[in-house]
């Protein structure tokens, strides 16, 4: 595995990439890229770094873990690559976005023009073997996520946490609401939403004012 990664993001991360649990975490990804189907691709694992700069990031959305079906994850959590059916969970996302600020659904679940943007789509574990949920879990993942989660918080200012979900509140913890945006709901997923717990939350709207408020661009949804 080659952690080939955005300059900003390397400047903040290096100390990560030499300890023992990183270097652990490697091996284990590169002897299952050998002997199985994992996604996302190799060269798209730290996607969501090179899109989203450390200097551009403003929204940090936090996933659980990639896709695990044929084409679908991207390195950029909730998001398809382009011609893939879109998730439910990512349908409702739209739908929320629609609801709330007037925009088109659009066809393609492909969430890189939000990263380009400033949005970190970061799941908390970065790769997975093909159509087993979960099997990365556990393996050092969610320890460097966290390191980032908390660099964002410690470094940055204003930045907008969009915590959806029990998985992602529990990451409030490593967050200084006292500089920052956190927003909090229900997963997006069809079992959550369903119950009353994703839809009106109005998140996208909310972190726009927010952002213009402290004198950044909205992102354009």
Aim: charged share 20%; aromatic share 12%.
């Amino acid at each position: 595995m080659n952690v080939n990664i955005n300059q900003g993001w390397k400047t903040h991360l290096d100390a990560e990439f030499e300890k023992d649990y990183f270097k652990n975490l490697v091996e284990f990804v590169k002897t299952e890229y050998s002997n199985f189907n994992v996604y996302p691709q190799g060269k798209k694992i730290f996607s969501a770094f090179d899109h989203s700069t450390f200097e551009d990031t403003r929204v940090v959305i936090l996933g659980q873990d990639p896709y695990h079906g044929p084409g679908q994850a991207n390195g950029l959590c909730f998001s398809v690559n382009d011609g893939i059916a879109q998730p439910p969970s990512l349908v409702n996302i739209f739908k929320e976005i629609k609801n709330d600020i007037g925009s088109e659904i659009p066809q393609s679940g492909n969430l890189e023009r939000w990263a380009d943007q400033g949005v970190l789509l970061l799941n908390a574990t970065l790769t997975v073997r093909a159509h087993q949920a979960g099997s990365h879990q556990g393996k050092g993942w969610e320890q460097f996520t966290d390191r980032v989660i908390e660099i964002v918080s410690a470094e940055k200012e204003n930045v907008v946490f969009m915590l959806w979900g029990g998985y992602a509140k529990k990451k409030a913890s490593k967050i200084d609401s006292s500089k920052h945006l956190i927003l909090t709901s229900g997963h997006p997923s069809p079992l959550s939403a369903n119950r009353g717990y994703w839809f009106g939350n109005k998140h996208f709207s909310e972190a726009n004012e927010y952002l213009i408020a402290n004198g950044k661009k909205p992102i354009d949804w």
